[in-house]
T-cell receptor
């Protein structure tokens, strides 16, 4: 079955880079997503990557995908206190519109 | 402004009572979803609908019911059969194109508390 795993917590200092990791088990994943959730709010899409890509960069965000190891990472450059939030990794499987989410990684950025 | 609205922001339920959470979208999306979020559990899919008048159970449908009479609306009823309803409930919508890049757009959530 499908399963998406993430580490639960990451703490960094302002200005450092943050790397949030995710592993998934379903090799038929078509798209992989990163969502951000601020306290008491809904989720907002940060970025996504198609499964035949290795890397995608979008301003301060870099997504790396290792399909062989089923490993996805999100790097945030020059992390700011406003980046403190919970980050969710999610996968979609070909033929379905539903997403499977990981449990989320809480990122805490200290000044 | 296009988006998804959920109401109310906070909802209190008495024991044995059914309550209904509202979700409305004006994005012209075909697919809509309900998730439950508990601390440390991530998001779990309750029900989803890919077209009007049709919906499917997700991973934790027991104790919940939905309807999809209009494209823009997907209300969720938490019935008295749901023994542990205290959670944060999130509604989402997407174009509904299976196999394509399928961004889900989320509402602000409803927090349900049992009195």
């Amino acid at each position: 079955g499908e399963d998406v795993e993430q580490s639960l917590f990451l703490s960094v200092r302002e200005g450092d880079s943050s790397v949030i990791n995710c592993t998934y088990t379903d090799s038929s994943s078509t798209y992989l997503y990163w969502y951000k959730q601020e306290p008491g709010a809904g989720l907002q899409l940060l970025t996504y990557i198609f499964s035949n890509m290795d890397m995608k960069q979008d301003q301060r965000l870099t997504v790396l995908l290792n399909k062989k190891d089923k490993h996805l990472s999100l790097r945030i450059a020059d992390t700011q206190t406003g980046d403190s939030a919970i980050y969710f990794c999610a996968e979609s499987i070909g033929g379905y519109s539903t997403l499977t989410f990981g449990k989320g990684t809480m990122l805490l950025v200290s000044p | 402004d296009g988006g998804i609205t959920q109401s109310p922001k906070y909802l209190f339920r008495k024991e044995g009572q059914n309550v209904t959470l509202s979700c409305e979208q004006n994005l012209n999306h075909d697919a809509m979803y309900w998730y439950r979020q508990d601390p440390g559990q991530g998001l779990r899919l309750i029900y989803y609908s890919q077209i009007v008048n049709d919906f499917q159970k997700g991973d934790i449908a027991e104790g919940y019911s939905v309807s999809r009479e209009k494209k823009e609306s997907f209300p969720l009823t938490v019935t008295s059969a749901q023994k542990n309803p205290t959670a944060f409930y999130l509604c989402a919508s997407s174009l509904g194109l299976a196999g394509a890049q399928e961004t889900q757009y989320f509402g602000p959530g409803t927090r349900l508390l049992v009195l």
